[in-house]
């Protein structure tokens, strides 16, 4: 787009006032073209025009649904699923185990933290369908009915949470290294929980919680 010419000064041409009514009424152009729908472009001569974008989380028909059996915390499942559907999604949003949290939805905080054979594993990014049978434990499963498990008590004594949200990935975590190493060290805590984020530092008190657990547990509570 031509730009306005701006006489000397002392010589006939553009006023500032209209200098500036014209750079705005420029940059209102510019936007419009901008700003056209995709809708409304032309495909070029000879090229066929693109595929409207499909948003990302369509549901899915009937026909996309495969059934699957999963067992949780002792109990058999049996559910339709969409192929792409994760196992923590699966496990919040369709069996009611809201222990399982979303984090960061990308296998980075471990705030989805679940055991898969007794094995800590981020169900985020698991997908429902690989965990189909194995042995799913989510943090609801460490209850003894109405009782708190061994670490679950730990972690109230030890005060080893302030917001809570990352609390059963770390919880489990720390179940799934006492199941291996009944008595660690604090390096060996150090790395069981590596994989856990607690965004608000309460690090110190998750550490003394493993311990702590460690002994509850070995006296049989």
């Known amino acids: 787009m031509k730009r306005p010419k701006i006489a000397p000064p002392g010589q006939p041409g553009l006023s500032r006032?209209?200098?500036f009514g014209s750079?705005?009424?420029?940059?209102?152009?510019?936007?419009?073209?901008?700003?056209v729908p995709v809708e409304a472009a032309q495909p070029a001569a000879g090229k066929a025009a693109a595929p409207a974008a499909q948003p990302a989380a369509a549901p899915a028909a009937g026909g996309d649904l495969v059934a699957a059996v999963l067992k949780v915390n002792g109990q058999t499942h049996s559910?339709?699923?969409?192929?792409?559907?994760?196992?923590?999604?699966?496990?919040?949003?369709?069996?009611?185990l809201i222990g399982t949290k979303a984090g960061c939805e990308r296998g980075e905080?471990?705030?989805?933290?679940?055991?898969i054979d007794g094995i800590a594993?981020?169900?985020?990014?698991?997908?429902?369908?690989?965990?189909?049978?194995?042995e799913i434990v989510t943090i609801e499963g460490l209850m003894n009915?109405?009782?708190?498990?061994?670490?679950?008590?730990?972690?109230?004594?030890e005060d080893a949470l302030q917001c809570g949200y990352c609390t059963p990935g770390q919880v489990v975590s720390v179940e799934a290294l006492l199941r291996k190493t009944p008595q660690p060290t604090i390096e060996q805590i150090h790395e069981g929980v590596s994989g856990n984020l607690c965004r608000c530092g309460a690090y110190q008190n998750i550490f003394r919680a493993a311990q702590r657990a460690a002994e509850l547990r070995k006296a049989g509570r």
């Open 109 to 115: 905080c471990g705030a989805c933290t679940v055991l």
């Open 23 to 35: 750079v705005v009424a420029t940059g209102a152009a510019e936007a419009a073209i901008l700003t």
């Open 121 to 134: 594993r981020y169900s985020c990014v698991t997908l429902a369908l690989e965990a189909v049978g194995t």
């Open 17 to 19: 006032r209209n200098f």
């Open 79 to 96: 559910l339709r699923v969409e192929p792409r559907w994760s196992l923590q999604h699966v496990l919040h949003d369709h069996l009611g």
């Open 145 to 157: 009915g109405e009782k708190l498990g061994p670490v679950q008590q730990a972690f109230v004594e």
